[in-house]
């Protein structure tokens, strides 16, 4: 019998072997997210293999299904998130710099967590109930700070955004603004007895531009910002989920939730973060309703329309901005980001048009790839 299993395990590894690698993120067998990985950088898996000699049948079934397709690596397994180590892999990594594998362990697993452009007749928000909303900030000619647009913080060191937001012709980013709530109070509070923290203002180190950006016209709307220093995770500052399992990945939403701080239905800035629920609309919809509006837009699978109900819509100064929903993450109910703020007619809501986002999950692997462990 031990032979049997022996035997087992070698062609195991010869079958992982000989897998062409595609999809990192990925579901384990028990139905946990995880990330697909060469085998020697998933602790518990690679530690039953070199224990040959108690390989039990179970577990040998369970090293079977984990089996994933990763670029240019052999013997490849979807490992749980909290098994990930950064031994080396027996196969070389994707092209273009650090590993996938060891980014994807840099997206926090403690995260979407709520304590409680712009949303054009949208409600205010309670201090607190976005934790993750960063507000990039920029000088003009004249070295002034003005704010423009949005973006999501996804762990300690990155800011998630549109790519038009990192190559505005007339300003240059400076910084981002995280903790922010109500730009005229310093500190936000919720009553006089429950306070945040001061606002972090962070240097930008880097930007980082999808490299199809606007090929064609509009498309591949998304971006970075690695930030000079480690962020400093507080009450009032936490990092947004992102869509890193097939479930979520896969997963459609009626409606969703929208912020920011941009242009108001009275043409000026929110100084308070402002809310939105919009609804999902399919595409081929959504380019009719614009083309009505002397806006003709070919979308592809990688964007997604949500708005035209109820003139709520979002508006100049929520470019880059995060649209989420609360979704099951790791068995708890997470706020997970499915979208970026990308275009819009800039009606502010005054008509019932809707605007284009650009999907998060199909960027997934993008993503992950560009992120940098902090030095």
């Not at 690698?21 to 998933?42: D, E, H, K, S």
């Not at 403690?110 to 309670?126: A, K, V």
């Not at 709307?221 to 097939?246: A, M, S």
């Amino acid at each position: 019998m031990k032979n049997a299993f022996l035997a087992s395990a070698a062609l195991l590894l010869a079958v992982i072997g000989g897998i062409v690698a595609q999809n990192i993120p990925c579901t384990t067998p028990n139905n946990l997210p995880g990330m697909c990985v060469p085998v020697m950088r998933c602790r518990n898996i690679f530690a039953a293999i070199q224990m040959k000699d108690k390989l039990t049948a179970p577990m040998l079934n369970f090293i079977r299904r984990s089996v994933c397709q990763y670029p240019n690596v052999n013997y490849a397994v979807c490992c749980r998130l909290s098994e990930l180590g950064a031994g080396s892999g027996s196969g070389s990594a994707p092209s273009g710099g650090t590993s996938t594998v060891g980014a994807s362990s840099l997206l926090p697993s403690d995260c979407g967590t709520m304590e409680s452009d712009r949303i054009s007749f949208g409600n205010l928000t309670q201090a607190f109930e976005f934790p993750w909303m960063a507000l990039l900030r920029y000088r003009n000619f004249n070295g002034e700070l003005v704010d423009g647009c949005g973006g999501s913080l996804i762990n300690d060191r990155y800011v998630l955004t549109a790519a038009h937001c990192l190559i505005a012709k007339r300003l240059q980013l400076d910084h981002v603004r995280l903790g922010e709530h109500n730009k005229e109070t310093e500190p936000d509070c919720v009553d006089s007895d429950d306070c945040a923290g001061p606002v972090q203002d962070v240097p930008v180190e880097k930007i980082i531009i999808h490299p199809e950006y606007n090929k064609p016209k509009y498309r591949n709307d998304i971006g970075l910002i690695r930030l000079v220093r480690k962020v400093t995770f507080e009450y009032h500052i936490k990092p947004i989920c992102l869509p890193v399992n097939n479930q979520l990945q896969t997963m459609t939403h009626s409606k969703y939730i929208l912020t920011g701080w941009g242009t108001t239905e009275e043409n000026v800035q929110s100084q308070v973060l402002l809310k939105a629920s919009v609804p999902q609309l399919d595409n081929e919809s959504c380019e009719r309703i614009l083309l009505a509006n002397n806006l003709k837009i070919e979308l592809f699978e990688k964007q997604m329309c949500a708005g035209a109900q109820g003139l709520v819509d979002s508006c100049q100064g929520d470019s880059g901005g995060p649209l989420g929903t609360i979704a099951t993450l790791n068995n708890q109910a997470r706020f997970v980001q499915f979208g970026i703020v990308s275009i819009g007619i800039n009606s502010c809501g005054q008509k019932p048009v809707p605007s284009i986002y650009t999907k998060v999950a199909p960027y997934m692997s993008w993503i992950v790839t560009n992120l940098k462990p902090s030095r």
